[in-house]
Every structure is written in structure tokens, then in C-alpha cells.
Nanobody
Framework: QLVESGGGLVQAGGSLRLSCAAS????????MAWFRQAPGTEREFVAA????????YYADSVKGRFTVSRVGAEYTGYLQMNSLKPEDTAVYFC???????????????WGQGTQVTVSS
């Protein structure tokens, strides 16, 4: 089970940090990813991190503004979002899978989602 927290309302240019806590162990072979979904759109890949190596991946739309990280011993992942834009407004989901994939179908476990709203 994955539980997210940290969403909210922020002005453009502001920052938020999302957390994703796993209730069980995360093996080093796993990947934790972040997706987002705005109303009427498909779920979109945002970022991912390999749990064991810490290698990170980003969508072009967030590269340089978002940072994905994890604290292995706490089984918790983070998404630090800086320089937020109104177009970042969406429900953000964390997910866990066995390998890196930008397609949401590659992930088997999902959090409940947390709303991020960026005002202009």
C-alpha cells in the first residue's frame, strides 16, 4: 500500500514536496514513479527512481524543476516540485513497479492520489 501526502494550493513559482510512504518493504529492484492526471486527460508520467541505485528519470516538462528522491530505510519516496506552473495542476499519484516504464500500465501498486493546484 502506498500513501501520498503533501499536495495543496500554491501560487505559480512556488514549491511543494510530495511524499509517498509504503506500508511494506520496497526491494532494491523496484521502481517508484510519479504520474499526474488533470481532468479530461490521460495519466501522464512525471518522474521515476530506481529504488536500489537511485537512478532518476524525468518527463521533459518537469526536468530541471522537479526532483525525485527516496529514503530507502524509511520506504518513502519524495517529489520536490519547484518553479510550479499552472499547467502542473493535477492529481499526482505515486506508483511502484518492477521496472522503469513511462506507461502507467507498467506499475502494479498505486497511491490514492493527492491534488496539486497552482494558481496564476
Amino acid at each position: 500500500q502506498l500513501v501520498e501526502s503533501g499536495g495543496g494550493l500554491v501560487q505559480a513559482g512556488g514549491s511543494l514536496r510530495l511524499s509517498c510512504a509504503a506500508s511494506g518493504r520496497i526491494y532494491s529492484s523496484a521502481v517508484m514513479a510519479w504520474f499526474r492526471q488533470a481532468p479530461g486527460t490521460e495519466r501522464e508520467f512525471v518522474a521515476a527512481i530506481r529504488w536500489g541505485t537511485g537512478k532518476t528519470y524525468y518527463a521533459d516538462s518537469v526536468k530541471g524543476r522537479f526532483t525525485v528522491s527516496r529514503v530507502g530505510a524509511e520506504y518513502t519516496g519524495y517529489l520536490q516540485m519547484n518553479s510550479l506552473k499552472p499547467e502542473d495542476t493535477a492529481v499526482y499519484f505515486c506508483a511502484k513497479g518492477n521496472g522503469y516504464d513511462t506507461d502507467s500500465r507498467g506499475y502494479t501498486n498505486w497511491g490514492q492520489g493527492t491534488q496539486v493546484t497552482v494558481s496564476s
